[in-house]
């Protein structure tokens, strides 16, 4: 599949592989390796990035290294504004560090629990309806 038809399917136009690559490097090999992509593709592939909100950091970071030409072809009025920002972004003396990343985190707590746990229960109680107690 080409790089146009992923875009157009809303994939990613490049391989899981480099964007993780990508997703993971420190802010210098960042510039370097998102410059190893054809400016098309690195349009595209900000765009995309920039639709998450997990990796519009990094979406950022790409467009910071694309054209506007490029960026406004592929994304319309959202292609300007995101060079803008990373134009903006460029500019503050803070690199964009992989700690500075959203973390995904998943709840270790149970969602819920029951007055009586299931093994007490009767046969004729299989058929009631039992009331979880949020916790």
């Known amino acids: ?80 504004t995101i060079y803008a920002q990373a134009q903006q972004a460029a500019r503050k003396p803070v690199a964009i560090e992989a700690s500075s990343r959203r973390k995904v985190t998943l709840s270790t707590a149970p969602l819920a629990t029951f007055a009586r746990p299931v093994d007490d229960l009767d046969d004729d109680d299989l058929g009631e309806d039992i009331e979880p107690v949020l916790g």
């Open 1 to 80: 599949m080409s790089s146009r038809d992923a875009f157009a399917k809303d994939d990613c136009p490049v391989e899981d592989e480099l964007l993780g690559s990508l997703y993971r490097a420190s802010p210098q090999g960042l510039q370097e390796l998102a410059r190893s992509v054809p400016p098309e593709t690195r349009a595209m592939l900000a765009l995309f990035c920039y639709r998450r909100s997990h990796m519009q950091d990094l979406a950022l970071a790409i467009a910071s290294t694309c054209e506007l030409r490029d960026l406004t072809e592929w994304g319309g009025t959202l292609g300007s």
